[in-house]
């Protein structure tokens, strides 16, 4: 598990969750940015069979809401991108890799047959498999977007950074002349980073002293989820809340001393 390449270049999102209000723009934003489907149709066909619907639908961002006494936060949960990512290891296919510089983990979808082993190991459920071939609404098939694939009935689909966004970045640097492992700080930002109206999103390279992310990540409010599991996650979340990271780290009781005493670790 520890023989992942540790790339030049990590992008990472901070989320800060003190500024989440749960508004849910950053789901459309990405839903539209990825040619996610709407899924009425599955929704009422899986609900009929019993099964509850937060397991089933397609959505690569999901928000989660966290209670403590009268007190509510919001945690959005992208793809972790994690430093050593399970689905990775238990592919038979090489349908999802981590071998891009910035260590984004790919989904190839026309690699992927849909044997679900990546959803089985992935300890966020950062993975959704089509039940369904996807419907759209008569005229909505217009908006599509040429930059994602469409994903078929069978395979396995998650969250990419946006990945191509990091692709026209880097062909923007290209014909400015400029290094393209050298992408200014914004000059490459995944919808959801981008769309949030209270700035809860800061993405960027983690070791790059010159983004935003790289100090937010190192903040003492920062936290990442399950990180004991030794995954590595590219994406961190802040709080100044202590209830809030103890529950996103999801320590027992008995552990808390454990995160109160720093913020997250960096690969
Ligand atoms: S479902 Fe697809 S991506 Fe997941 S392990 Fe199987 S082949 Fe690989
Ligand atoms: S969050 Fe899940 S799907 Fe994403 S890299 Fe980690 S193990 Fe893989």
């Not at 940015?33 to 709407?38: D, L, T, V």
């Not at 966004?165 to 914004?186: F, N, Q, T």
């Amino acid at each position: 598990m520890s023989t992942f390449q540790d790339f030049p270049i990590r992008w990472g999102m901070v989320i800060d969750i003190d500024k989440c209000t749960g508004c849910g723009a950053c789901v459309v934003a990405c839903n539209k940015e990825n040619n996610i489907a709407p899924q009425d149709n599955q929704l009422r066909r899986i609900e009929a069979k019993g099964f509850p619907t937060r397991f089933k639908k397609i959505e690569w961002l999901t928000i989660y809401e966290l209670t403590d006494g009268g007190d509510t936060a919001y945690l959005p949960r992208p793809c972790m991108q994690c430093g050593v990512p399970s689905c990775v290891s238990v592919c038979p296919a090489i349908a999802t890799d981590k071998n891009e510089n910035g260590g984004i983990v790919s989904q190839i979808y026309p690699r992927c047959f849909g044997c679900r082993y990546c959803m089985a190991s992935c300890p966020y459920h950062a993975r959704v498999f089509n039940w369904d071939q996807p419907v759209w609404p008569e005229g909505m098939e217009k908006q599509l977007t040429p930059h994602t694939s469409v994903r078929s009935r069978g395979v396995v689909e998650k969250c990419s950074f946006c990945h191509h966004r990091l692709m026209y970045a880097k062909d923007a640097a290209r014909v400015a002349g400029e290094d393209p492992e050298k992408l200014a700080d914004g000059a490459y930002m995944p919808a959801c980073a981008e769309v949030c109206p209270t700035g809860a999103i800061t993405f960027g390279d983690v070791k790059n002293p010159e983004h935003a992310v790289y100090e937010l990540a190192r903040s003492p409010h920062t936290f990442r989820l399950l990180a004991r599991l030794g995954t590595d996650p590219q994406v961190y979340y802040m709080s100044k809340r202590a209830w809030v990271r103890l529950q996103g780290d999801n320590y027992l009781a008995n552990e808390k001393a454990q995160v109160n005493e720093g913020g997250a670790h960096h690969g």
